[in-house]
């Protein structure tokens, strides 16, 4: 273990949360299974091996949807309620185990540990959400234009719901699903990214023990780790009504379309290109920390993380020299250690990626304000620690209508009326996150009327980064279209159906037809 590992109690942790050297990265509750193949999960904070997943094989990939299609048919039988109980019990669970857990998303993903608890909190709070909602699954009473009928719909549960999860939330997009599934009656099984396997060991650790002491089925949580044909059994999979596919847009064309071509459904949370609008009376105090969390949170890496702003010409020096002044005073480094503001990036993929997306932005005009690069010297061994950026580019350059997953800022300027900053906001390919500066009401409200922003979420005076779990989650175009989380967004882990019933003497068709023998 490296020094970086047992300074902040990594050690610990990892002991607190069942993980070892080599563990078996397939289970289907308290059963677990290993395949010879192995994924190494090394952290990008110091470089270090933290520990070894088994790949998932063929044959257990088979005794793992046999579980999860046999304790489907138990767990759906169970009231609503009382399995809310369990996720209740879950919940708890997850709080007594906050910070190992939130120190293990921060050293194998590489967010601050601040964001690795905020991300524990967000599991929490689906639970508590979720807990709620089980007594609320309610269908429609609906009136019957038949005398003597009446018509409902009610919910159903669906079946095995499949969980292909990116890397940057390891752990909280498992939960917004699995939550809200549960609760619904469906069972799930998760595939994590091959970039955070341990994560994955570590959440199934914790429901395992919570489902063993209520004496439920194995089969009602399960994992699967491996890299993309690992996910592809389950995207071909007929056994599964419905794949919440969380990752790039490449991986949402491609899952989505095997799923729609066997007629499942399929959630897609896909990549997003936000923008912040700043108008004339947007408030600098707002704007600064708003667009700066935004696009240097998490080093970059969050669907939501701001991409562009879109800055009115009028405001555009004062805004520019805020922004620029506002990075001068940021830390990168060890993401575990709390006076830092910007970790790693997952890996050095990921680096080259970004070092070639500033080229590209240079190449097409850009002009570099904040020049980027790799961080080098001592604790940035890993190689993976990079300067946030700023460019000052144009809306229609190639590299900017493409995400780039890594602390790259670009700056642009709108002139006349918000009308032309919102065409600009919605001149992307993507539709995720927006966010509008403004203290003019009429400008408020245009952003986010029907001919607003295009965006699954719109804010005003708040960035885009992060959101609640109240509300639904997700967005628009080649973001995917799907929504979880909060609001009405369990419906899409059930099934609806209709039901008419006839409680008169007569047998009066719809429409007024008539049919007399
Ligand atoms: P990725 O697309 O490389 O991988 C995501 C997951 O999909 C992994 O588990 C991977 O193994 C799997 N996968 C890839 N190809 C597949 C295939 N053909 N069939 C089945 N599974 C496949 O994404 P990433 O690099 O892990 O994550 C970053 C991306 O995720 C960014 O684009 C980001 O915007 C997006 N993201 C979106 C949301 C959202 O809610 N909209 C949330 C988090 C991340």
Not at 219 to 234: A, L, P, R, V
Not at 289 to 294: I, K, Y
Request: net charge negative.
């Amino acid at each position: 273990m490296s020094t970086v590992a047992t300074s902040f109690g990594i050690e610990e942790a990892l002991q607190k949360l069942g993980i070892k050297e080599v563990n078996p990265g397939t289970s289907t509750g308290n059963k677990w299974f290993s395949g010879e193949d192995t994924i190494a999960s090394y952290s990008p904070v110091d470089g270090k091996l933290i520990g070894k997943v088994t790949v998932t094989t063929k044959e257990d990939y088979e005794k793992v949807m046999e579980s999860a299609t046999a304790a489907f048919k138990t767990f759906r039988t169970i009231p609503a309620p009382q399995r809310g109980e369990i996720v209740r019990q879950f919940g708890n669970k997850l709080r007594e185990l906050k910070e190992p857990l939130g120190k293990l998303v921060s050293y194998e993903m590489g967010k601050s540990l601040q964001e690795g608890y905020g991300e524990v909190q967000e599991m929490i709070d689906i639970c508590d959400f979720a807990v709620g909602l089980s007594r609320q699954l309610n269908g429609q009473t609906i009136p019957s234009e038949r005398p003597g009928h009446v018509m409902r719909e009610q919910w159903h549960s669906l079946g095995v719901v499949g969980i292909i999860s990116a890397f940057n939330f390891p752990v909280a997009v498992w939960a917004w699903n699995t939550a809200l599934a549960w609760v619904c009656g469906d069972v799930c099984v998760w595939k994590a990214s091959e970039k955070a396997p341990l994560c994955s060991v570590a959440c199934q650790n914790i429901i395992a023990g919570v489902l063993k002491e209520n004496n439920l089925p194995e089969g009602i949580s399960c994992i699967i780790n491996g890299d993309y044909k690992i996910g592809e059994m389950m995207t071909n999979d007929t056994r599964i009504p419905l794949i919440s596919a969380t990752g790039s847009t490449r991986m949402g064309r491609i899952v989505g379309a095997k799923v729609a071509e066997r007629f499942g459904k399929s959630l897609l949370e896909l990549g997003g290109n936000n923008a912040i609008i700043i108008t004339p009376t947007a408030d600098l105090k707002v704007v600064v920390p708003g667009a700066v969390f935004g696009a240097v949170g998490t080093a970059g890496q969050r669907c939501t993380s701001t991409r562009r702003l879109i800055i009115h010409e009028s405001v555009y020096n004062k805004v520019r020299d805020a922004i620029v002044g506002a990075y001068a005073q940021i830390k990168i480094g060890n993401p575990l250690d709390e006076t830092k503001h910007v970790g790693p990036l997952i890996d050095k993929d990921a680096v080259a990626m970004y070092l070639n997306a500033i080229e590209k932005a240079k190449a097409e005009g850009g002009n570099v304000l904040i020049e980027g690069g790799v961080v080098k010297g001592e604790g940035f061994e890993s190689g993976c620690y990079v300067k946030p950026a700023i460019i000052e580019a144009k809306n229609h350059y190639e590299i900017v209508q493409h995400e780039t997953f890594a602390p790259i800022l670009y700056l642009m300027k709108y002139s006349g009326e918000v009308e032309n900053a919102i065409d600009m906001q919605n001149g992307v390919a993507q539709g995720l996150s927006s966010a509008i500066m403004t203290n003019e009401m009429k400008e408020a409200e245009k952003f986010l009327s029907y001919s607003g922003s295009d965006c699954g979420i719109a804010n005003v005076n708040i960035g885009t980064s992060g959101a609640e779990i109240g509300g639904a989650f997700g967005g628009e175009k080649e973001t995917g279209g799907g929504r979880e989380s909060g609001s009405d967004a369990w419906k899409v882990y059930m099934r609806r159906q209709t039901n008419t019933v006839n409680y008169s003497d007569e047998l009066p068709l719809a429409q007024g037809i008539k049919f007399d023998l």
